[in-house]
């Protein structure tokens, strides 16, 4: 059974660094893409970005871009979003997606990682 | 940058058909996706591939497309199906959602 358990909930400061993780189980992780969803309170799905884990190619949404970093560690089946200067406005929910075998959509989500950044 | 639009709300009977339509520039080259979310869960695949229904989804869900408009059809809709509704299209190397549909049965 494919199952992805992201990290828990996570309180923090303006201007902190955080890194939140997403583990595979139940398929060859390096060979499925993993995504990152953004959801904001009360808000629609936003597409973050995406990570091939065997050789770590990473896609960015052009909202994303410079502002998060997706990375991936095959040794322990993990994917991970992080931010080096979180601002009030990253606080979400936030979800991790792996794209399905036949094509460009997402078969299995996280249960998600709320994210609270408030001084 | 590449969009999908959807309706804000449906609103459907128990028992009739609801349909919640997702409209893109050249969607109709592409493969439309559809994800179901409850509140307080994470979003469920329900169609992909269009038309495609992944094991476990009720055989009431299914999808179409038709020219630029695809289009997630729930028939005999059923209480349990009040949720929000995002379709979902990969464009040039990008994953794009539309703003989401919430399905009211009433």
């Known amino acids: 059974e494919v199952q992805l358990v992201q990290s828990g909930a996570e309180v923090k400061k303006p201007g902190e660094s955080l890194k939140i993780s997403c583990k595979g189980s139940?398929?060859?992780?390096?060979?499925?893409?993993i995504g990152w969803v953004r959801q904001m309170p009360g808000k629609g799905l936003e597409w973050m970005g995406i990570?091939?884990?065997?050789?770590?190619?990473?896609r960015y949404s052009p909202s994303f871009q410079g502002q998060v970093t997706i990375s991936a560690d095959t040794s322990v089946t993990t994917a991970y979003l992080q931010w080096s200067s979180l601002k009030a406005s990253d606080s979400a929910m936030y979800y991790c997606?792996?794209?399905?075998?036949?094509?460009?959509?997402?078969?299995?989500w996280g249960q998600g990682t709320v994210v609270t950044v408030s001084s | 940058s590449y969009e999908l639009t959807q309706p804000p709300s449906v609103s459907v009977s128990p028992g009739q058909t609801a349909s919640i339509t997702c409209s893109g520039d050249k969607l109709g080259d592409k493969y439309a996706s559809w994800f179901q979310q409850k509140p307080g869960q994470s979003p469920v695949l329900v169609v992909y591939?269009?038309?495609k229904r992944p094991s476990g989804i009720p055989e009431r869900f299914s999808g179409s497309k038709s020219g630029n408009t695809a289009t997630l059809t729930i028939g005999g809709t059923q209480a349990t199906d009040e949720a929000d509704y995002y379709c979902q299209a990969w464009d040039s190397s990008f994953w794009v959602f539309g703003g989401g549909t919430k399905l009211t049965v009433l």
């Open positions: 591939l269009d038309t």
């Open positions: 997606a792996r794209r399905g075998d036949y094509g460009f959509y997402f078969d299995h």
């Open positions: 990570i091939y884990p065997d050789d770590s190619d990473t």
């Open positions: 139940g398929y060859r992780f390096a060979s499925s893409w």
